[in-house]
């Protein structure tokens, strides 16, 4: 289907087109088109149960493993649609990572949690496993704190480390787009500031979709936001712009705390 | 004033019911150690029965008991898991499994005397295996799995979906998830479920009745289609059976006690295996 590629703009990562997305009988996303761009910092708003994590959960399929769950439309990633019949899920998910709303350590060491995702692809070397996650810990601003007890129990490990955990954990196996659904909703101000600053960090080298119900938080963070309300994708455009002068009614009415 | 003595009254019954509870157990425990304990002896614990056993010891039925609770937790073991983790991992939940779970609650429901009987007739005559352990085993097996089979789907349920997520989320496919972030966790839940499938498969009698247990055989199984002795069966056999019976009265509370403390050995080496799993397990 080669006339269904979008083989223009290499600045754009993914491109969404048509989304819609349904639970059983109830639809949750609304025919959802949008350009996601490479190396920056994407924000999803909007009041609870607009569907952002849906849509967020839709960019690497793990809306799939929930019972009854339907998509229709396309996401293009790289040009390659990720709802195409036949494409490889695992490979997907490498190549998009996750972090979740909650920090989900697995109730292993430091050093296990974030050695999973290489290990389940194969990497099996002993000194190229701690390699990697000297690097992800790095990379996560976690490796100072957590170098002397790698072979601790993450669960030891304070809210904001954990969280960081899992983003080294998610940084392990390379992904090119990072998915964060409301990475700091469960953190003190301090731990937010921190994965805000990490987050700076990151964006230079990979493209990150961000959830959140903080407001300043995206101003902060985003160069793009996205207003989603009902299903429905609202607006889109630069953060400045939709912050300042949003286009639409609905937007500025959400963002100046009118609702939501 | 009323509610509160109202109250005290409610306490002291639950209380004075509790250790009744506890009364009834320890009396068991106590009349079988004070009648058979001045019978065990090394003798009775490893040599073979004579004179229908009415002298001798029990080594067979010992040896017996433990090879059909080795053998049907082998047995029931993988299948009940393997049961558990298609049901809760994989199934789509609906009409579908929810006729197995009812399948599976009937099952538990069912009188071990017909499992016996099933067992005669399927693994005995139909599948030609005759009286012998690996029958027997099959019997218990399928007596055990319900419980053990409700347990591990409890103890999967217990993982957290977010590990489930987390996994998946960075590739893993959904065998590696379940085998590497949710099983290791579960174990600890499983082993409950055979813990109390142990206790049922060694004590019970019905079962065996039919399928493997031999009135008296002096001798020890060479192979899983020979016959053997059990330890429940062969105190029945004392207890009721026997010409002598009021004789051998010491003999048979001295088999009861070997099979409580088979039983609750078994057990105790579970609960502390399942302790020492459940220490590393936080979430």
Redesign the interface.
């Given at each position: 289907m080669v006339d269904n590629k979008s083989n223009t703009d290499p600045e754009v990562k993914i491109r969404v087109k048509d989304l819609d997305f349904y639970y059983g009988n109830v639809q949750a996303l609304f025919n959802l088109t949008m350009d996601i761009p490479a190396r920056k910092v994407t924000a999803l708003i909007g009041p609870s149960g607009c569907g952002k994590s849906t849509f967020l959960r839709a960019l690497n399929r793990m809306n799939d493993i929930i019972d009854g769950a339907r998509t229709s439309g396309s996401v293009f990633i790289d040009d390659q649609d990720i709802y195409r019949n036949g494409i490889d899920i695992v490979s997907l998910r490498k190549k998009v990572g996750m972090v979740f709303q909650k920090s989900n350590p697995f109730p292993k060491s430091v050093f296990d949690n974030v050695a999973y995702g290489p290990r389940i692809h194969g990497v099996k070397n002993r000194r190229k496993l701690a390699e990697i996650v000297e690097r992800s810990l790095i990379r996560a601003a976690l490796w100072d704190e957590v170098k002397d007890r790698l072979d601790k129990n993450a669960m030891d490990l304070s809210g904001g480390q954990q969280q960081r955990l899992c983003i080294a954990r998610a940084l392990a196996i390379q992904p090119e787009i990072l998915l964060m659904d409301e990475p700091a909703s469960a953190l003190d101000p301090q731990s937010t500031a921190k994965i805000e600053d990490l987050i700076d960090e990151l964006r230079r080298d990979y493209t990150i979709v961000i959830v959140t119900h903080n407001m300043q938080q995206a101003a902060r963070v985003s160069d793009l936001t996205a207003f989603l309300y009902e299903g429905y994708l609202i607006e889109v455009g630069p953060t400045k712009q939709v912050f300042t002068k949003p286009h639409k009614k609905k937007t500025e009415d959400y963002i100046t705390g009118r609702f939501g | 004033m009323r509610t509160a003595v109202l109250q005290r009254a409610t306490c002291w019954l639950m209380r004075a019911m509790t250790y009744f509870i506890v009364f009834i157990i320890a009396s068991i425990i106590l009349k079988i150690l004070w009648n058979g304990l001045p019978a065990v002896s090394w003798e009775f614990l490893t040599t073979m029965p004579r004179r229908s056993g009415a002298e001798g010891g029990i080594l067979p039925a010992i040896v017996g008991t433990l090879y059909l609770v080795v053998g049907t937790i082998a047995v029931a073991l993988p299948l009940g898991m393997a049961t558990a983790i298609y049901l809760s991992e994989y199934a789509?939940?609906g009409r579908f499994t929810r006729t197995i779970r009812l399948a599976i609650v009937t099952l538990a429901g069912v009188p071990s005397i017909v499992f016996g009987l099933f067992g005669l007739g399927l693994f005995v005559i139909f599948l030609g295996f005759g009286a012998s352990i690996i029958s027997g085993c099959l019997t218990l097996a399928c007596m055990i799995l319900p419980i053990i089979i409700v347990s591990s789907e409890e103890a999967l349920r217990a993982v957290?979906r977010?590990?489930?997520?987390?996994?998946?989320?960075?590739?893993?496919?959904k065998w590696?998830t379940i085998y590497?972030?949710v099983l290791p966790?579960s174990v600890s839940g499983m082993l409950t479920g055979s813990i109390l499938g142990i206790g049922r498969a060694a004590g019970e009698t019905a079962p065996i009745l039919l399928t493997v247990a031999a009135f008296y055989l002096p001798k020890l199984p060479r192979s899983i289609f020979d016959q053997v002795m059990a330890l429940p069966y062969h105190l029945y056999i004392l207890a009721t059976q026997h010409p002598e019976a009021d004789k051998v009265r010491p003999m048979q509370y001295a088999t009861a006690l070997v099979l409580l403390a088979l039983v609750l050995g078994v057990n105790l080496a579970a609960i502390l295996l399942r302790i020492r799993i459940r220490k590393?397990?936080?979430?």
């Open positions: - | 789509k939940q957290p977010s590990l489930r997520e987390g996994s998946l989320a960075l590739g893993a496919t590696q590497k972030n966790y590393k397990r936080r979430w």
